[in-house]
């Protein structure tokens, strides 16, 4: 009973996590074709090193490219022991609020459904 309802858990918490996700995709979308279709340039590219606190591997490698797939940022490169991903950011205004974001909401998301 306890693996049904720990399965029905991951499942609900990975249609949550879809939806925050294509809602971030979204928003992230339309900022970067703003500032396209905009004179002004809204730009402050940079490269940020973001501490992950992730143990499984196929949850390191989902927040790498849900990072990659996000318009405006990429993933650049990946610490041997997989304790820091490097990622440049195309709208880097703050670089702790940056990171703030990254794992306080996306890499929480997805440890939620793979830890």
Do not use: Q
Not at 11 to 18: D, K, M, Q
Not at 34 to 48: N, Q, S
Not at 78 to 96: F, N, P, T, W
Request: aromatic residues 12%.
């Amino acid at each position: 009973m306890r693996k049904v309802f720990g399965f029905l858990v991951r499942v609900v918490r990975s249609v949550l996590f879809i939806f925050y996700y294509l809602k971030e995709l979204i928003l992230s979308s339309l900022y970067v074709a703003y500032d396209i279709i905009t004179p002004k340039d809204l730009m402050k590219p940079g490269i940020v090193e973001v501490p992950v606190d992730l143990k499984n591997e196929t949850a390191i490698i989902a927040f790498a490219n849900l990072i990659s797939m996000t318009p405006g940022s990429l993933t650049m490169d990946m610490s041997a022991d997989k304790k820091k991903i490097y990622v440049h950011a195309m709208y880097l205004h703050d670089k702790e609020e940056f990171i703030r974001k990254m794992k306080g909401e996306l890499e929480k998301k997805i440890a939620e459904i793979f830890e």
